[in-house]
C-alpha cells in the first residue's frame, strides 16, 4: 500500500510522452507553460520597477515634501508602496508633508500676530522667522529631524493665541446679536 498522493502524480507523468521546452511554453492548455509565462512577465515588472525606483533621487523626491505622499506618488507616476520603499532606501523614514505645512502655517500665523501687535517687536518677530525659514530649509534636506523646542514652544503658543482670538471673536459676535430689549 502507497500513499495515494504518489500514485496520482505517477499516473500524471507518463515515461512514455516526450515533452520538450518550447511545446511547454507555447501549449496554453498546459498549466506549466502559464506559470512559466507568468513568471516571465513578472520578472519583467520587476526589472522596469527596480529601474524606475533608481531613477527616484532624493532630489526628485524631496520636490514632492509639499503635498501629501499619495498624491506624489501619482505625479511621480510610481505606486505608493514603491515611494515608500525608495524613500526608506534614502534614508527617509517619514513623509514630511505635515511638518512642513505646519512650519509653514506658524511662519504664517508670527506674520499675522506681528502684524497685529505693531511695530514693536518688528526685531523679535523678523528673528523668529528667519530661524523658522531655516529649520524648514534644513527640514527639506532632513526630513527625519524634530523640530525645536523653541519651535514648538511657538507653535503652542500661536495655537493659544488663535484659539483666544477665535472664542473672543464669538463671545462678541453673539453679544451683539442679541437684541436688547428696554425694559419699563
Known amino acids: 500500500k502507497g500513499f495515494s498522493v504518489w500514485n ?6 507518463d515515461s512514455s510522452q516526450k515533452v520538450s521546452p ?3 511554453v507555447s501549449n496554453n492548455n498546459n498549466n506549466i507553460g502559464k506559470v512559466m509565462m507568468k513568471q516571465g512577465v513578472c520578472r519583467e515588472e520587476e526589472r522596469s520597477s527596480k529601474s524606475s525606483t533608481k531613477m527616484l533621487s532624493r532630489k526628485m523626491i524631496s520636490e514632492y515634501f509639499y503635498m501629501p505622499i499619495t498624491q506624489a506618488a501619482k505625479e511621480l ?3 505608493l508602496t514603491l515611494l515608500k520603499k525608495r524613500c526608506r532606501e534614502l ?13 509653514q502655517t506658524l511662519i504664517n500665523n508670527v506674520q499675522e500676530l506681528g502684524k497685529e501687535e505693531g511695530g514693536e517687536s518688528e526685531e523679535k518677530l523678523r528673528n523668529a522667522i528667519e530661524i523658522l525659514e531655516k529649520e524648514k530649509k534644513l527640514l527639506e534636506e532632513m ?5 525645536e523646542d523653541n519651535t514648538k514652544r511657538l507653535r503652542q503658543a500661536c495655537f493659544k493665541a488663535n484659539y483666544k482670538k477665535r472664542k473672543l471673536m464669538a463671545t462678541s459676535s453673539n453679544n451683539s ?3 436688547s430689549s428696554s425694559s419699563s
Open 8 to 13: 496520482e502524480v505517477d499516473a500524471g507523468f
Open 22 to 24: 518550447s511545446s511547454v
Open 77 to 79: 507616476d510610481v505606486g
Open 143 to 147: 526630513p527625519d529631524i524634530q523640530l
Open 91 to 103: 534614508g527617509i523614514r517619514r513623509w514630511p508633508h505635515r511638518k512642513l505645512m505646519s512650519l
Open 177 to 179: 446679536s442679541i437684541p
